[in-house]
């Protein structure tokens, strides 16, 4: 017998672009993270912060500024009291949607009632593998192809596999993740989970308060005229892959005793959830037999599923999901409020964000109860979450 885990509410910063103009340029990984905490417990003034039983706190490079077991420096850095502890985890880009299903658990079992969980990825402070050394045995064992630790070169191999997967198919996906980012952004649906943050740049302080990723006027000849960086020749593109990006946010978790005692408003409950392993060479796959596990696990059909907030690690990998169904590419039950091709990836983070857009699209449409939040992850795996309204 498990008890409910409560998805009470979620804050992210704006998502900035991981160049030295960006947002985040002079702003270091942890500040960020500790904005979005302070944030989020300020709109949630009732839970006192010393009853936080846990951060969870998902990073890819766990060094430097996103170093020294983040949950806990967290946890003293945002003023929670020493009293509180954390920890720091890791599953690449499922690093925040693992921290919310670690976060989840505890509940559950009854072990915590209260915990906050998120991700921070300042890819401009730590450029994707770039302070890893994986083992020699990798490559010379023949244990996977070079093209698995180079993301986008496992997005081509996608391509190979699905060859009805077109660029152009790619490229119109990529399109639409522009344009409903842009409405989305339009109609006022990030202001739901998005605070702004004073950042210091070259030209003194200023306040961010957009995500800085988006090309709001991007057309199909624009995304036409991109070329592979991956493969000459390529299908993979600047235009309909994810972005290099800083971001910070998540989520704050609750037993059903601890939204009775601080009088919370659950918005969803974490129903289940899913990890697969995959080709490493075809990382992009994940998703697909990660929702298959999870529906197969739940007696639920896809169509039972009212929202699929899926991570946009690149078009190709969303093309095949939704042919995989057999949804269309504008289907729009898959990522209405737009994707990381337009709003950017910052790895670890991304999790939390998909987790506060279905909780925002289950605000906004009462009529829906179900949401699947998923992702490929690199190295070969595939996560699904299933959420319902609370
Ligand atoms: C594909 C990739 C290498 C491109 O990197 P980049 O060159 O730094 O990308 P940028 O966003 O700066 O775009 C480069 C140029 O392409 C063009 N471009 C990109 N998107 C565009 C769009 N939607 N419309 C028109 N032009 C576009 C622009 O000219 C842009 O230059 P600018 O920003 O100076 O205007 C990088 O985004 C990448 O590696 N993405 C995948 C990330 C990843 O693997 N994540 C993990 C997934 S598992």
């Not at 045995?137 to 192809?145: C, E, H, I, K, P």
């Not at 990998?317 to 289907?331: N, R």
Request: net charge negative; glycine share 12%.
């Amino acid at each position: 017998m498990t008890a409910d885990a409560y998805y009470i509410d979620g804050v992210r910063l704006p998502i900035g672009r991981a160049r030295d103009s960006g947002y985040y340029a002079d702003t270091r990984a942890d500040d960020m993270a500790v904005r979005a905490i302070r944030a989020l417990l300020d709109r949630n003034g009732s839970v006192p912060r010393e009853r936080i039983d846990d951060v969870v706190w998902a990073a890819t490079a766990q060094v430097g500024d996103q170093g020294l077991t983040l949950g806990r420096s967290l946890a003293i850095l945002a003023g929670l009291g020493r009293g509180v502890p954390g920890y720091a985890l890791d599953r690449m880009c499922a690093g925040a949607l693992t921290a919310i299903v670690n976060g989840a658990n505890a509940i559950k079992v009854g072990a915590q009632d209260l915990v906050l969980a998120g991700g921070v990825e300042h890819m401009g402070h730590h450029p994707m593998a770039a302070e890893v050394d994986p083992n020699p045995r990798f490559l010379a064992d023949g244990l996977v192809d070079a093209s698995a630790l180079v993301m986008g070169n496992t997005a081509e191999n996608l391509h190979d596999n699905h060859p009805e997967v077109s660029r152009e198919r790619c490229d119109e996906y990529a399109l639409l993740s522009q344009e409903r980012t842009a409405k989305a952004q339009a109609d006022g649906v990030f202001a739901s989970h998005v605070v702004p943050m004073t950042v210091f740049s070259d030209d003194g302080w200023r306040v961010v308060d957009v995500d800085e990723h988006p090309r709001p006027g991007t057309t199909l000849d624009d995304l036409a005229g991109l070329t592979s960086p991956f493969r000459p020749g390529g299908f993979v593109t600047a235009g309909n892959a994810a972005g290099l990006n800083d971001g910070a946010g998540g989520v704050l978790l609750a037993s059903q005793a601890a939204v009775e005692e601080f009088g919370l408003s659950p918005r969803m409950k974490l129903v289940d959830y899913a990890f697969v392993g995959v080709e490493p060479e075809t990382m992009g796959y994940g998703p697909i037999p990660a929702t298959e596990k999870l529906l197969g696990r739940t007696g639920l059909a896809l169509d039972d599923i009212d929202v699929i907030d899926m991570n946009e690690a690149f078009a190709v990998q969303c093309v095949a999901f939704l042919d995989h169904f057999g949804l269309p590419i504008d289907s729009d039950r898959v990522n209405p409020y737009g994707g990381a091709i337009a709003m950017g990836h910052p790895l670890a983070f991304s999790g939390a964000r998909l987790a506060m857009q279905v909780a925002t699209y289950l605000e906004r449409n009462p009529d829906a109860r179900l949401g699947l939040t998923t992702m490929c992850v690199g190295l070969g795996m595939g996560a699904a979450v299933l959420w319902e309204r609370a």
